[in-house]
């Protein structure tokens, strides 16, 4: 599993040097409280959505940077839940887009390949296991954007289709559209001989 | 057994949607059930896999994006190179501004030739006689159709005060249509 500096959101809130205003200790324990809470989902989801680590780690503190100044600024969504994993999705999918523009940038890449198996397996069912998993996450990363974005919020994180459908701002329909192509996909993957 | 229920059907199952005929033909046929086990043990499996560390990108493929991206690209390309003009300047087909420039610029030499032999029929044309009626009025006339066609198609400008030639650049009858940009771009020629 790759390592990534845990960056406390407490660390992202302006400085009363800076011409901010200094957080009032309820409201840094209220925000740190919710980073704790969702900080490892959202990174969770962005590398999901992203597949590249690094950029995910990126986003992840934007997302927080963007729950800071909602808390400070905007008013209070009702279910804070939601509200981060829909900045998390929409971030995730300006960056893909965004990155059209950056073609020739290089990919980070921290996870070691020997972590894929399981310890204690034999040779050959740890290639097998290995061969398996790199087929598996080679047929998700090929998955169209939405495709991939309801597969990991209804199966990776358990949401339901209407909260996904809200979530994305599409039509049930279409979260059950996308859910069911994509199932089929994984499942060819995971069923093709290597 | 017939009627036995598609992938869609049993997922809509395992998302705790099933249409009634669904539910009642689960009941009744193993093979439908063994099949959403399947399916359901596929699910939990994947997402086994996909909750635990990814591969080396190195190892992945790039994202949907560049697959989706790539032929678009291609095929914007290919139609900017068909729209670009290949290689040398390639005959101009009759009609076209250029085969009408080429034709008229042969007869302007042509005019011009038979006036410096001097057996033009129009010769005089540009005296002082000529221009007060004198016996080269109908040449003058056809003089000056000769001149407003090329002023014509050429978009030549109009005449200054003292620009009266035959085969000036300049028009003597001063179209009412005429274009600066065309006009410079003949004197440019």
Redesign the interface.
Known sequence: ??STPDLAPASLLPPAAAGGVAPAPAEEGEIVRLERAHGARVLRLC??L???PSEAEELRQEVWLRVVRQWRGGPHPDDWRAWITRVAVNACHDR?RS??WRLGRG???D???A??VARGASPEEEAAA?E???R???A??????RQ?EVF?LR??EGHS?PEIALLLGIAPGSV?RH??RA??T??AA?RRES | MSGCLG??AL??VL?R?PARRAEAHLQACTACRARLRR?QD??D???A?????????????E???W???LPALALAAAAALALLPHGGPAPAPAGTPGATTALTDRVAAGLGAALEGGDAPWRGWSDEGAWNGGSGGAVAAEGDEVTALRAALHGARPCGADERMLFAVCDETALADWSPAVAGEEVGR
């Open positions: 599993m790759c590398r999901w992203l597949g590249d893909r990155a059209w990919r980070s890449d996870a070691p390949a972590e894929l290995g398996e998993r790199l598996i996450w080679r998700f990363r090929r998955l169209p954007g991939r990991a199966h990776l289709t059950k859910l069911f199932v089929r994984l499942r995971l | 992938e869609r997922l809509r998302e949607e399916l596929d699910l499996h994947l997402t896999v996909l909750h635990g560390p990814p591969p080396p990108l190195s190892a992945l493929p994202p949907a994006r697959r989706l991206g």
